[in-house]
């Protein structure tokens, strides 16, 4: 669902006009609304209703607490990769017996955490971290259920920076040394094999390698269990893409069907670790225009956030659309739109033909409730922006703007 919508000539989030809330909070702020999150949530949970599943929400798509008490209460798990995101989703209330830990480098006190908090599954990308987690667990006095994270050497079709799942990548271990590592772990005391996972990219638009992977994966878990391990979850990671602007990304029922697929295949619990398809579509960034100019032959269009706020059309040459909170009359211009760092690459939309708005007025950049906030820095010391979740008329502010003091904490 959308729920960024005009009402007339008005921006509204649900049934909240932008300008006003643009008036109370201030801007650059974060706008999300909890219907579409939770509609997303429900959608997924529909389309894979039948197969043995767990969604765990990948934290650091968007790790605002207020978003994962919404998720939490509605049943969801969770897919961490730090400490913090741990600490979070226990503030949150979250089910750590719901939570997988992911991630290249997990510490020793990272995984003491998990496992004294009773985490579900630790998705192990190394031999090393193994007889780590091994020797972590041991001297706790417990066994970690583990799954190994294998790389299936298939392009996901996607931006190179968040293509995961090739032999180049860093992530998971190579295919053909799964077996031989989970043979291992039968002589380790500390550790127990409970699962098989892999994540191969996201914001994928195809579902071709989605199936090659997963096709990969059943096959390595039925193989593994004729061994004697005693599996029960198969992993199928997140990187479900969605719309930015003109991307057509398999539907949620397409995309559950191939891991529908799989489960039966296997026998499997199947877990998913879903990010972007949950939150992307339900926030946007609000902005403010400070001031327009002309050079030669260019249009520039400079607002209050900046890709400190939002990283993502920076580092990924990511387009996301712009919608005008008051909509004017006119014909559209060629402009690009730019925050206030001193960096060059400080666009927040490159070439876009849209009508020219007035100095004062708001842009809502869309789709940004996925890798917006989470990846946000107070680079040019710049306190980061506030969060509001929106909930039918009503909308509150669920992360403070940041202030000075903020940008100093710590500091001496
Ligand atoms: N599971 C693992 C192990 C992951 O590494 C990721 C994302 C996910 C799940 C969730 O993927 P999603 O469903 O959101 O695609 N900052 C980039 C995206 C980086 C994704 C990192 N891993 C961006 O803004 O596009």
């Known amino acids: 669902m959308n729920p960024f919508l005009y009402n007339g000539r008005n921006l509204q989030a649900e049934k909240v006009p932008l300008e006003k809330l643009a008036r109370k909070v201030g801007t650059p702020v974060y706008v999300y609304s909890s219907t579409a999150l939770i509609s997303n949530f429900q959608a997924l949970t529909r389309a894979l209703s039948g197969t043995p599943h767990l969604i765990c929400y990948s934290v650091k798509a968007n790790s605002n607490l207020a978003l994962l008490k919404l998720l939490s209460r509605r049943g969801s798990g969770f897919d961490i990769v730090s400490g913090g995101e741990l600490h979070r989703v226990q503030k949150a209330g979250g089910d750590p017996c719901k939570t997988v830990f992911s991630g290249v480098g997990k510490t020793e006190k990272e995984m003491a955490e998990a496992l004294r908090a009773g985490i579900l599954l ?10 780590r987690l ?229 842009l809502a950049i869309m789709s940004a409730g996925a890798y917006g906030m989470s990846m946000a820095s107070n680079y040019n010391s710049r306190p980061r922006p506030a969060e509001v979740l929106v909930e039918g008329s009503r909308f509150r502010v669920i992360r403070k703007r940041e202030s000075y003091g903020d940008l100093l904490r710590g500091e001496s």
């Open 122 to 131: 630790f998705n192990v990308e190394s031999g090393e971290e193994l007889e």
């Open 134 to 362: 091994d020797q972590v667990s041991r001297k706790m006095a417990r066994r970690a259920p583990f799954a190994l994270r294998v790389n299936p050497d298939v392009d996901a079709k996607t931006h190179r920076h968040i293509a995961t799942g090739l032999k180049k990548h860093k992530f998971g271990v190579p295919f053909e040394e799964a077996v031989s590592l989970y043979e291992k772990s039968r002589r380790m005391k500390g550790v127990i094999a409970r699962g098989l996972d892999c994540h191969i990219g996201s914001q994928m638009t195809e579902l071709a390698p989605i199936k090659d992977a997963l096709r990969q994966m059943a096959e390595l878990f039925n193989h593994l269990r004729a061994r004697g391990f005693a599996l029960s979850y198969l992993d199928v990671g997140g990187g479900l893409g969605i719309i930015y602007r003109k991307e057509k990304p398999p539907s949620m029922a397409e995309y559950s069907r191939a891991v529908r697929k799989a489960a039966v295949q296997t026998g499997a619990t199947i877990l998913l670790e879903p990010g972007r398809v949950l939150a992307g579509n339900a926030g946007i960034l609000l902005t403010r225009v400070l001031y327009r100019k002309k050079t030669k032959g260019k249009t520039w269009v400079i607002v209050d956030a900046g890709t400190n706020d939002l990283l993502r059309p920076a580092l990924y040459e990511a387009e996301h659309e712009i919608q005008p909170v008051y909509r004017r009359a006119g014909k559209p211009v060629l402009m690009d739109v730019v925050g206030p760092l001193c960096e060059s690459s400080d666009v927040l939309a490159g070439n876009r033909k849209m009508m020219l708005p007035e100095q004062g007025d708001l």
